[in-house]
C-alpha cells in the first residue's frame, strides 16, 4: 500500500527557509494532489496547500506568499518551502494525499529557534 | 474561508457508550466534502469518513458519518477502549481547506 515519509532539517533559524520532502512509496505520485498540513505543539491541524500531478498548486492564504510546494515525478517525491519561518511556524509537518486525506506520513517535527 | 466549530470540546464517556460528535460549518460544504478523522497522540490522524457518510477503508462499522450542508454529526456506536482520541472534522470541498478544532473523547 502506498506511503508517505517526510524528510528534512528539524531545527530552522529564525527568518531562515524551512524545506521539507515527502517520499511516496508502494505507488505512484501521478493521478493524486498531495498536501502538506501542520499541527502546532498542543494545538489543532491546519492546511498548508497541495499540489496537483500537473503541477498546480493552491496555497492558504495564511501564508502569503511564503510557502511553495514543488512536485519531481521522477523521484516520486513532493517539497514544501516555508520562507521567513519565525517561532510561530514550529510544528509537526505532515505530509498526506488527496482532499479526503486517506493517507499521511508519520510527521515530522520542526523547531524554529536560534 | 469555511470555518467548521466542532462540539463539544470534550466528551467524557464510559467504554460501551454511544458518542455523538457535531461539527457546524459557517456556510455550506460544497458537495458534502465533509470528512472525519480520529488523531491518537504522537500519531498522524486517521481518516474515518469522506464524503460525509462513506466510511473509510478499514474504518468498523461502529462509526457512522452523517449529515449535509451546514450540519454534519459524527457516531461512534459503543465505545472501545481504542477510541478515545481526539475527532476533527475536515471540509474539503473549498479552498482553503479547514479543519474544526477538535473533540476530545475521554475516559468517564
Known amino acids: 500500500q502506498v506511503q508517505l515519509q517526510e524528510s528534512g532539517p528539524g531545527l530552522v533559524k529564525p527568518s531562515e527557509t524551512l524545506s521539507l520532502t515527502c517520499t511516496v512509496s508502494?505507488?505512484?505520485?501521478?493521478?493524486?494532489?498531495w498536501i502538506w498540513v501542520r499541527q502546532p505543539p498542543g494545538e489543532g491541524l491546519e492546511w498548508i496547500g497541495y499540489?496537483?500531478?500537473?503541477?498546480?498548486?493552491n496555497y492558504n492564504p495564511s501564508f502569503k506568499s511564503r510557502v511553495t510546494i514543488s512536485l519531481d515525478t521522477s523521484k516520486n517525491q513532493f517539497s514544501l518551502k516555508l520562507t521567513s519561518v519565525t517561532a510561530a511556524d514550529t510544528a509537526v509537518y505532515y505530509c498526506?494525499?488527496?482532499?479526503?486525506?486517506?493517507?499521511w506520513g508519520q510527521g515530522t517535527t520542526v523547531t524554529v529557534s536560534s | 474561508e469555511i470555518v467548521l466549530t466542532q462540539s463539544p470540546g470534550t466528551l467524557s464517556l464510559s467504554p460501551g457508550e454511544r458518542a455523538t460528535l457535531s461539527c457546524r460549518a459557517s456556510?455550506?460544504?460544497?458537495?458534502?466534502?465533509l470528512a472525519w478523522y480520529q488523531q491518537k497522540p504522537g500519531q498522524a490522524p486517521r481518516l474515518l469518513v469522506y464524503?460525509?457518510?462513506s466510511r473509510a477503508t478499514g474504518i468498523p462499522d461502529r462509526f457512522s458519518g452523517s449529515g449535509s450542508g451546514t450540519d454534519f454529526t459524527l457516531t461512534i456506536g459503543r465505545l472501545e477502549p481504542e477510541d478515545f482520541a481526539v475527532y476533527y472534522c475536515?471540509?474539503?470541498?473549498?479552498?482553503?481547506?479547514?479543519f474544526g478544532g477538535g473533540t476530545k473523547v475521554e475516559i468517564k
Open positions: 508502494g505507488g505512484s505520485i501521478r493521478n493524486y494532489y
Open positions: 456556510q455550506s460544504v460544497s458537495t458534502n466534502s
Open positions: 499540489i496537483h500531478y500537473t503541477g498546480r498548486t
Open positions: 498526506a494525499r488527496e482532499g479526503a486525506m486517506d493517507v
Open positions: 475536515q471540509q474539503y470541498g473549498s479552498s482553503p481547506l479547514t
Open positions: 464524503g460525509a457518510s
